[in-house]
């Protein structure tokens, strides 16, 4: 008789029951239910197996009975204490995946989690002394073991317990697992790892050795990471050609090796250069760097190699009309990435992608596509206007991990004949009705450029938080002075206001703002004028150790020399919230981030990014000391919590890290099947950045 298996798409513990089939050799057909079918009608989690008139539900509760049905003697022991052996490794084993959950749920500074994942090791280890397998032989017990190699995900390593390390590659190399990973199509770190072997002799020949690192030292520096864990790469691939990265992507594919690309990899509290899990190859595009200028319509088609610092310096060289839109993230940060995360700017776009026109994108086979009039080969058209006939499809390509996007042009900014840098200071209890004066200023074209308000403590101990902000105002002479005029009659109840060219940046312009004593703030201060002003200039390493907290909370052992905040293992996870430019939405969003940061004793550092005239995010720095017990497990506590009840609020996330972001499955499960339907048909067999950009994590 033919056992039937119910399971559903998405069910992570199926692979087990087929791997256990296979190796039992039971003829056996598959049935897919839809999402939820198995809490709806068993109360439990699937999946099922029918073998005539018995229903068995449950991963333990269906394998052990497999395995008593169909291997009595083999795969499971015919004495009782045989049998005993089996449940209690079956056990430890369940016990170790439930831990697993809550690490990817928490994070891996999740003490009791962690500690539980140790001491289930450490049994397994014990278990497994002169022994291929946890009985000698093997048997069901030994089936779940597939499932180790995805530790790695929560920074659990496993090679301080090596007999469980070989073990699990032991039993990750028999044929029946090869089976099941052929058939549900696994990429290569669940399929084993003679994949990644053959796809790194491949990518050799072509690249050369010199372009395939796997240099432990190599992949660790790349695995560096300002979020609490993050997985590291098993190899990176740095082409030096354009028409490298659709070959790469065919070897990719055609292993099943996952893929995770960067373009330059700073970013910093988002994850880094570290893909979402393990076993993934970094195809780093930092040595793509062509910049094309086109002057008449102030447009730079550029590689994702390419830097702030490369295209502001090339603007410069070139004496260009045109200067650049800059991020915060100083001159190493690429423009390719920060605009394929939807990264904000300082200058008149706010929201770096709303100056990308056109891309040319590798896709998860390996074929390659150009959006806009691009399509149709009219490249120049396509620079100037987003799209031709069809659905635009650029945006498809952010925030996705749909493709590779080896090219990307993106709207640059007049020069200003006149510009005038504004500064403006307020109260706590004014913010709101500051938001409100600024927004039909900025919606108006008064204020063209963002205007960035963040948060500096309180000028006095136990006194309300002060608010700085700083944009800038264009044109004419004549216009400028009239924008200028209205800007501070405007504001002129709520805020101080001044002018960088009456109070240049420095003490003179704090003590004129009334800015609170703090390490750090001129510094921070004449960062954030330049920033506007189209400086792609590097954070100063004391500016930067004064937005992550100052060294109450970051605590460098030696003075910080470099502005990468990695260097330093400092610990960042940001959080941005997407909100109207309301001011009482934008009060009611700054005090729930505020509560929930000081609940899990998190400094107060936020900013208001007047992104555009209708949107503005909040931008939460949660940061803490990594080398502090508990300091991991509560920044990850206060990111969840914040994105959830903010969510919950109608504030939704703007960015997605590689922390967990679950909720956003429940609350937008419309949305997130269509774009799950979307990655199927585009990367069925997960290639690229598997796990990044999805809600559940890595799949
Ligand atoms: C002090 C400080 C200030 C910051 N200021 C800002 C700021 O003002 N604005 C802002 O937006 N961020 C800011 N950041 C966050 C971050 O550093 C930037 O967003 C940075 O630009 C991202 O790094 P990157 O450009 O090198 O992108 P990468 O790290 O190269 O890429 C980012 C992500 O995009 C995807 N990706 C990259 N390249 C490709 C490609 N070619 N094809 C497909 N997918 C790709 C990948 O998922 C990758 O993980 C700041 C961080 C710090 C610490």
Redesign the pocket.
């Known amino acids: 008789m033919t056992v039937i298996l119910e399971t559903t798409a998405a069910c992570r513990r199926t692979p087990l029951v087929l791997f256990l089939l296979e190796e039992l050799a039971t003829p056996f057909e598959v049935v897919v239910r839809d999402e939820g079918y198995f809490t709806t009608h068993h109360h439990a989690l699937g999946p099922l197996v029918r073998d005539g008139d018995d229903v068995v539900i449950e991963l333990d509760a269906v394998l052990r009975f497999l395995a008593r049905r169909f291997g009595a003697g083999t795969l499971m022991p015919a004495d009782p204490t045989g049998c005993a052996a089996v449940d209690r490794f079956m056990e430890v084993q369940s016990s170790l995946r439930g831990a697993a959950v809550r690490l990817v749920r928490e994070g891996s500074a999740s003490t009791d989690a962690l500690a539980l994942v140790r001491r289930s090791l450490e049994a397994l280890e014990a278990a497994l002394a002169g022994r291929d397998y946890l009985l000698g032989e093997l048997t069901v017990a030994d089936i779940p073991a597939v499932m180790l190699a995805q530790l790695a995900r929560v920074g659990v390593d496993l090679s301080a317990t090596p007999r469980v390390e070989a073990w699990a590659a032991r039993v990750a190399a028999r044929p029946a697992w090869a089976r099941v990973a052929a058939r549900l199509r696994l990429p290569a770190a669940e399929a084993g790892p003679s994949s990644l072997e053959r796809a790194c002799r491949e990518w050799t020949e072509r690249l050369g050795a010199a372009h395939v690192i796997r240099a432990p030292e190599a992949l660790a520096h790349a695995g560096r990471t ?1 979020l609490p864990a993050a997985a590291r790469p098993v190899a990176i691939l740095r082409p030096t050609a354009r028409a490298e990265v659709a070959e790469i992507v065919r070897i990719a594919a055609r292993h099943r090796v996952p893929l ?14 570290c893909p979402a899990g393990e076993g993934q190859v970094v195809l780093d ?1 930092g040595g793509l760097t062509s910049i094309e200028i086109d002057e008449d319509l102030g447009v730079a088609v550029i590689e ?1 190699g390419v830097t702030q610092g490369a295209l502001a310096r090339h603007l410069e060289a070139t004496g260009s009309a045109w200067r650049l839109d800059c ?4 001159p190493r ?6 605009a ?2 939807r ?4 200058g008149t776009y706010g929201e ?1 992608f709303e100056a990308v026109s056109g891309l040319e994108v590798v896709l998860a086979d390996g074929s390659v596509v150009r959006t806009g009039a691009g399509a149709y080969g009219a490249s120049r058209a396509g620079r100037a206007r987003r799209g031709a006939v069809g659905p635009s499809l650029d945006g498809l ?1 952010s925030q996705s ?1 749909l ?4 090219e990307l042009g993106l709207w640059l900014t007049p020069r200003p004949a006149h510009e005038e840098m504004v500064w403006l200071t307020c109260e706590d209890e004014a913010l709101p009705a500051l938001i409100d004066a600024l927004r039909p200023l900025r919606l108006r074209g008064v204020l063209p450029t963002n205007v960035h308000l963040f948060q500096l403590p309180p000028r006095s101990p136990g006194g309300s938080p002060t608010w700085a902000g700083n944009g800038a105002i264009c044109g004419s002479a004549a216009a400028v002075a009239a924008h200028v005029a209205e800007v501070e009659a405007a504001v002129a109840a709520l805020a101080r206001f001044t002018l960088s060219s009456r109070t240049p940046p420095g003490p003179a312009l704090c003590d004129a703002l009334l800015l609170p004593d703090m390490p750090g703030l001129e510094l921070l201060i004449d960062t954030s004028d330049r920033l506007v002003r189209g400086e792609a200039l590097e ?1 100063p390493p004391a500016a ?1 150790l004064a ?2 907290g100052g060294p109450e909370v970051q605590r460098p052992t030696t003075p910080p020399t470099s502005s990468d ?1 990695r260097d330093a293992g400092y610990g ?1 996870v ?1 959080s941005w919230q997407a909100v109207p430019a309301v001011g009482d939405d934008v009060r009611r969003l700054v005090a729930l981030a505020r509560e929930r940061l000081a609940a899990h004793g998190c400094p107060p550092l936020m900013a208001v990014q007047f992104s555009t005239g209708r949107a503005a995010t909040l931008v939460t720095r949660i940061v803490y000391d990594r080398k502090v017990e508990g300091r991991c497990a509560a920044a990850l506590a206060c990111q969840r919590a914040l994105h959830d009840d903010a969510l919950a609020e109608g504030f939704p996330p703007a960015r997605m890290n590689l922390v967990g972001h679950d909720a956003l499955a429940t609350r937008g499960a419309a949305y997130w099947a269509l774009v799950e339907r979307l990655r199927h048909a585009l990367d069925p067999d997960g290639i690229l ?1 598997p796990g ?2 999805t809600p559940g994590g890595a799949r």
Do not use: K
């Not at 373009?263 to 994850?271: I, K, T």
């Not at 991020?327 to 100083?330: E, I």
């Not at 940060?333 to 920060?338: E, H, I, K, M």
């Open positions: 300002t995770h690309p960067i373009s330059a990899g700073c970013n910093w509290g988002w994850g880094d250069a595009l994702p991020a915060g993230s100083g940060a690429s423009l390719v990435g920060n394929l995360e990264g904000l700017t300082f770096r390509f991990s493709g590779v996007v080896t954070m930067l937005a992550l905040p960042l940001f950045s990044r950009h």
